[in-house]
């Protein structure tokens, strides 16, 4: 089936018509220059032919829900809703000029960090929403846009519905890949978990490059992916930088049974951003306005804006034997049952050493001359003997002796055997590893650097760099990219980003340049790196 033709931009007062940004069932969305004040902004329009009570009713809801909620910096801000002279509805919002994370995906490799900075943000964009009663239900990679200032934004609640419903009148409107197994059942369910699901699902996808249950090299029906998101379990992610620990916070937020998930999405960020600090990574700053009537009195002296309290820390889980309520070194795991943690032993505790019964127990007290005299035990063999003292040697003067007897033994020991057995040394050790190699004249040149500008809008801020593989090169293997260029204030350029099973790589370009050259370098298992092949272009 062929895609539908944009429908004609509407004439708005005081707008003025620039481009299509894109399409979805029921509306268009175009690009504006709006007059007063001047700013770039993205409308989107109902279709003509959509006549349907309910859908122009959720249509106007969602301009609701996102105006309610859109004060949240992670979510996208809502300037106007009305209704053109043409008789279509049409919500005017801010413009987020880069690429969403729905397009990003599928054509780069994003790093662990940035999908976990997206995962607290969004997760706190989400708490948001549900504390104000609105369930979201269509989270995914392409309704999570990216401002001008590379800040997430979450965007489309257009089938939305009140956190308190449950039960769903239908499915119509979800992303089936990113949809939890509950919002397929009969009848369909949603609650706040629901959510948790999808936000969990994105998150994954950013880093898998594709959806969940998604079949590698292959396309699924609709049907098979239900049938998978229901019966199949999530697989780990298969990259050398994403940790075990990551993993599991993926697989209890993405639970079959909604019980076993998180309980919010404020108690996934958090793991999110434990999972930062276990990476000694910034711990992202996850926002969430407090619910009515919960912020505290403000002091006089305060801001009026202290008031609004927003949940920047992040909550430190306790260390594996770490003492609970359940007892000391027994801290209770929730979610033990859904994805064991990390290095966790199955099997029974180890209990403490027990001490023989016919050992006194040992008490330590201060000294101290109101401390009770201890009765010392009788010594009948050394009782009657003369200058025998009586009680035991202390237990530092024995190990302090035994110490000096073995340090003055080996020494004496060494000197003795240098001097009765001398033994010449070399000039030059021998190194018993090989050095790893820059610039190895025997690995392979990678051919072919192409350097591919991508349009990103206004400018040109990103480059696809490809490459082809040197003949006899392990496909497991790594190469190294990274732009050649020394310019203060340009070092992350020249940063390398490695690259393992792919000759391709999405690097942001240098700004302001007339010319960029990029170096592609292999690197075996060996751990040699060969000469760099370079190319440049013009952009």
Not at 236 to 264: Q, T
Request: aromatic share 6%; charged share 20%; with cysteine.
């Amino acid at each position: 089936m062929s895609p539908r033709p944009p429908s004609r931009p509407p004439e708005l007062p005081g707008y003025e018509y620039q481009t299509l940004l894109g399409s979805g069932g029921f509306a268009d969305v175009f690009l504006y220059r709006q007059e007063r004040p001047q700013r770039e902004v993205a409308i989107k329009v109902l279709l003509a032919d959509v006549h349907d009570p309910a859908v122009r009713r959720q249509f106007e809801s969602e301009a609701n829900v996102m105006a309610t909620l859109s004060t949240h910096p992670s979510i996208v801000t809502i300037h106007q809703a009305d209704v053109s002279a043409d008789g279509r509805p049409y919500i005017a919002m801010e413009f987020c000029s880069r690429p969403n994370y729905g397009v990003r995906f599928r054509s780069e490799r994003i790093a662990v960090d940035e999908a976990l900075r997206v995962g607290v943000q969004i997760a706190g964009a989400v708490e948001t929403a549900h504390r104000a009663g609105i369930l979201h239900r269509d989270i995914k990679p392409a309704n999570i846009l990216v401002t001008a200032y590379n800040r997430p934004a979450l965007t489309d609640f257009g089938i939305s519905i009140a956190a308190g419903e449950g039960d769903l009148d239908d499915s119509v409107g979800m992303s089936v890949p990113w949809s939890p197994p509950e919002c397929f059942a009969d009848p369909p369910r949603a609650d706040v978990r629901s959510d948790v699901f999808s936000l969990a699902a994105s998150v994954y996808s950013l880093l898998a490059g594709r959806s969940p249950f998604e079949p590698i090299g292959t396309r699924a029906s609709a049907a098979d992916l239900i049938r998978s998101i229901e019966t199949v379990p999530l697989a780990p992610l298969d990259r050398p930088d994403v940790p075990p620990s990551l993993n599991r916070v993926l697989a209890v937020a993405m639970a079959k049974d909604p019980a076993g998930r998180y309980d919010s999405a404020l108690s996934l960020g958090r793991a999110l951003q434990s999972v930062e600090s276990e990476l000694s990574l910034p711990v992202t700053g996850m926002d969430v306005l407090e619910e009515r009537g919960a912020a505290a009195e403000p002091h006089p002296a305060d801001d009026e804006l202290d008031a609004h309290t927003r949940i920047r820390s992040i909550t430190t889980l306790p260390a594996p034997g770490a003492s609970s309520p359940n007892g000391p070194g027994r801290v209770r795991d929730p979610f033990a049952a859904v994805a064991p943690a990390p290095g966790a032993v199955p099997g029974p505790r180890r209990s403490a050493r027990t001490v023989p019964e016919t050992t006194a127990p040992t008490v330590l007290r201060p000294a101290s001359a109101a401390s009770p005299t201890p009765v010392e035990p009788e010594d009948p063999a050394g009782a009657d003997r003369p200058g025998l003292r009586r009680g035991r040697v202390p237990a530092w003067a024995v190990l302090t002796l035994v110490t000096v007897l073995v340090l003055v033994l080996g020494v004496g020991a060494v000197v003795a055997v240098r001097i009765l057995f001398p033994v010449e040394t070399p000039a030059v050790a021998s190194r018993t590893t090989a050095p790893v190699l820059i610039g190895s004249a025997d690995v392979p040149v990678p051919e072919g650097v192409t350097i591919e500008p991508i349009d990103m809008g206004p400018g040109i801020d990103k480059a696809r760099i490809t490459w082809q593989r040197p003949e006899g090169f392990d496909a497991s293997d790594s190469y190294t990219v990274h732009w050649d260029i020394d310019v203060d204030g340009y070092e992350k350029y020249a940063q390398p980003v490695t690259v393992t099973g792919r000759e391709a790589v999405v690097l942001d370009m240098p700004p302001h340049q007339d010319q960029v050259c990029v170096e592609v370098a292999v690197v075996p298992s060996s751990g040699a790196i060969g000469e760099p092949a370079e190319q440049c272009a013009s952009p």
